[in-house]
């Protein structure tokens, strides 16, 4: 050894030491994220006027665009994605909707609940490890404030093997479009005097559309439909994503109603075959799509017919709206500058409970029995006006941003006990906290959450999407009125549920009385996934005015895996895990397949 190489490798001895020091805790390491760390993925997010749908509107975008960029991982892997707030003013996070982020809480992307939201100016490097078993099709978006109206993107988990056989992918996703501004409808819906956002002007397709009512506004910049270009003679994996703010969508593909569902929320499912899909907002389906044979094609074309259209109408609303995306085979035509004059079909009215009791999982999903469940939890939800507000409430609390003093994994870390909930004044409760407004669960409890609506004077003029952070449940159906656990119990005999992220209750006919149960949604979940998880309606508005409930799993040691000095740089808005134009950020790695 010569003495320069053992110079080298003492320094090596030397790094390798303060590594240990720096990671004394359960072997997680602390990395310092300084020029030579790479990210796999880099988001910056920005405030900007952009062209949509023939108009303009002064947006959150993502590297510029709204979606941002369809992000691909695999299975098993470690990845970093840096996320930028180049916004002037808004705090942000990222949240990757519908992965559990057990393994790295602080990358959940849920402000308040499991970090300080990245403040103007600042990154935050978030560590996503999707497991095997995941694949399939998610989400990302901003989970502040209206951001994700126009901040979200495809986030798809690739399967090296996938069950079932196709050509090829496409993806859809769908978003809301209000021409008012984030600011104004956050403005109206939580500052008196109260302003409802009004419905959307448009529903998107990967972020384009045009104008429905031509007569209505003279369109001041280009817009186009979106084209979803096939072959002949192949089978598609559809992507369908509903990244809608509000709308619950009916959707169908003119002259192609052989579908074939396949993935409901990231887990695959036995094949369900449908003719047309409803998708509201958080939900995610595959469905596998053959297209026309060349002989249909030249008789479609003999008669003229040379394009067809994706339609999709918004439903369960005072006004529908109808937008259109084309589907185009190569020799195949269309303008896409317009929507078609008069709609190209007819899609069925909407079925309340649409899949309920009739998807199976692919496999065998350990799905609890009724003697398995160990506790129930009912969250009642009810409407107030009051004075000229109106806010939902789930046990007789709202929760939004602005309720918790700092983010609940914050507290528990800071000692600050304030956030810590109580399991016993909850299970004295009906499974609430009232001080922290959370309900906590044990390690290894299985809990059927019942989500039931009641009656509110406009608020049941809605289907609501209920959401979980964290572990999927397994979806035991809906219905109206109130649930009925025996009832339920029949209609489940025979049944292997299967496991989903978000899910509707429905808006029933009649009117509803306020108070009395209204619409019901039921969930099974084994309790595995310790951490502090949001579980919501996914629509924005609703989200604002308090439709949010916090569920904290595992007691105290289960959620803090890690001591306080490896966290410090977590515990503080604009903390060292978070880094500027000035600094690097401080990072824990909690995989550590990702050394390089
Ligand atoms: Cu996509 Cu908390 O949600
Ligand atoms: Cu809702």
Request: aromatic fraction near 12%.
């Amino acid at each position: 050894m010569t003495t320069k190489t053992a110079v080298i490798s003492f320094c090596r001895l030397l790094m390798g030491l303060a590594l240990v020091v720096s990671s004394i805790v359960n072997g997680y390491k602390l990395r310092y994220h300084g020029e030579s760390f790479k990210p796999d993925i880099v988001l910056r997010v920005t405030e900007n006027s952009i062209p949509v749908a023939c108009s303009t509107r002064y947006s959150v975008v993502i590297n510029g665009t709204s979606p941002g960029p369809e992000i691909r991982l695999r299975q098993g892997r470690t990845y970093w994605i840096r996320v930028y707030n180049d916004m002037e003013t808004q705090n942000l996070t990222m949240h990757w909707h519908g992965l559990s982020m057990a393994a790295s809480p602080f990358s959940d992307g849920s402000p308040q609940a499991s970090q300080w939201p990245i403040a103007p100016q600042y990154f935050f490097d978030y560590e996503l490890h999707p497991n095997v078993g995941d694949a399939g099709t998610y989400f990302y978006h901003s989970h502040v404030g209206f951001q994700a109206m126009s901040a979200s993107g495809p986030l798809i988990i690739e399967d090296d093997d996938p069950p079932y056989q196709y050509d090829g992918e496409r993806t859809i996703h769908l978003s809301d479009l209000f021409l008012q501004t984030d600011e104004q409808i956050e403005t109206g819906l939580t500052q008196p005097p109260y302003v409802w956002s009004g419905e959307p002007s448009n529903v998107l397709v990967n972020g384009q559309g045009v104008l429905l009512n031509p007569g209505a506004d003279t369109g001041d910049t280009e817009c186009s439909l979106a084209t979803i270009l096939v072959e002949p003679e192949k089978v598609y994996r559809l992507r369908f994503i509903g990244a809608t703010a509000l709308s619950y969508v009916s959707l169908g593909f003119q002259s192609h109603n052989n579908l074939s569902i396949i993935e409901a929320d990231g887990d695959y499912t036995q094949p369900f075959g449908v003719d047309h899909l409803q998708i509201g907002a958080g939900q995610r389906f595959s469905a596998l799509m053959r297209t026309k044979s060349r002989k249909e094609l030249e008789e479609d074309r003999a008669n003229g017919i040379n394009h067809y259209f994706l339609q999709i109408e918004t439903r369960e609303r005072p006004d529908s709206v109808r937008s259109y995306a084309a589907l185009i085979y190569p020799g195949g035509s269309y303008n896409v500058s317009t929507a078609p004059a008069n709609p190209p079909m007819i899609l069925p009215s909407t079925t309340l409970g649409w899949l309920d009791y009739q998807l199976r999982p692919l496999t065998p999903n350990n799905f609890p029995t009724l003697a398995e469940v160990t506790r129930r939890v009912t969250v009642t939800i009810t409407q107030i006006v009051n004075n000229t507000l109106v806010t939902f409430l789930q046990n007789g609390f709202p929760w939004t941003e602005s309720f918790p003093p700092m983010p609940y994994l914050v507290a528990l870390y800071n000692e600050d006990l304030s956030l810590f909930p109580s399991y016993e004044s909850a299970i004295n409760n009906g499974g609430m906290d009232n001080r922290t407004r959370t309900f906590p669960a044990k390690l290894g409890e299985v809990l059927e959450i019942i989500i039931q609506m009641t009656g509110a004077g406009n608020g049941i003029l809605n289907v609501h999407p209920f959401h979980a952070h964290g572990a999927h449940f397994y979806d035991i159906g809906s219905g109206s009125g109130a649930y009925d656990l025996m009832q339920n119990e029949e209609r489940l005999k025979g049944v292997e549920p299967v496991r989903r992220d978000t899910a509707m209750t429905y808006r029933y006919p009649g009117s509803g009385i306020p108070g009395v149960p209204w619409a019901w949604r039921a969930w099974r979940l084994r309790v595995t996934d310790a951490g502090v998880w949001l579980v919501h309606c996914h629509i924005l508005q609703h989200m604002l005015m308090g439709m949010q409930t916090v569920w904290v799993f595992g007691d105290r040691n289960d959620v803090l895996r890690l001591g306080y000095p490896a966290v410090k740089g977590y515990l503080s808005y604009g903390g060292e895990a978070y880094g500027n134009s000035s600094r690097w950020p401080t990072c824990v790695h909690y995989w550590d397949d990702d050394d390089d």
